[in-house]
């Protein structure tokens, strides 16, 4: 260690931070959502949420139940995307769940800790690390 703390990332590692970046941004947007999607949850069943993956100009919706919603949210590497391989990045995550409607991805490696890290349920204990 003598680069006085820089780190020099690789080309696959910069993938992974902008992919974590984005999809993050995308969980602080479905946040939102879901406060939105329980005003309204007595009278519609599915909500309309946005796809997670990694590409930033993906505009695809899901429709997720909140109760579905809530489940992938219980661990921070998962993430709801639109049911189709053009939203996953098969060398930063791999699908855990598949459904009609959405499938779930889960982020490995440094995406993961990454992700994990910027989830906004969890901002007071990233501050202190
Ligand atoms: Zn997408």
């Known amino acids: 260690m ?3 703390g820089v780190i020099e990332l ?7 931070v902008r992919g974590a970046r984005t999809q993050s941004l995308f969980r602080e947007v479905n946040e939102r959502v879901a406060e939105i999607n329980h005003a309204f949850s007595d009278f519609l069943p599915l909500g309309d ?6 590409d930033p100009q993906c505009t695809e919706r899901v429709q997720v139940t909140r109760e579905e919603y809530e489940k992938v949210r219980t661990d921070p590497r998962r993430f709801v995307v ?18 009609e409607r959405y499938w779930v991805v889960e982020k490995s490696g440094l995406a993961g800790d990454l992700t994990a890290k910027i989830d906004p349920r969890r901002v007071g ?3 202190n690390a």
């Open 10 to 16: 690789s080309d696959i590692e910069e993938r992974q």
């Open 82 to 99: 639109a049911p189709a391989d053009a939203h996953v990045v098969e060398e930063i995550e791999h699908v855990v769940d598949r459904t």
């Open 125 to 127: 204990l990233a501050a």
């Open 2 to 4: 003598e680069e006085g």
């Open 49 to 54: 949420w946005v796809c997670e993956c990694a």
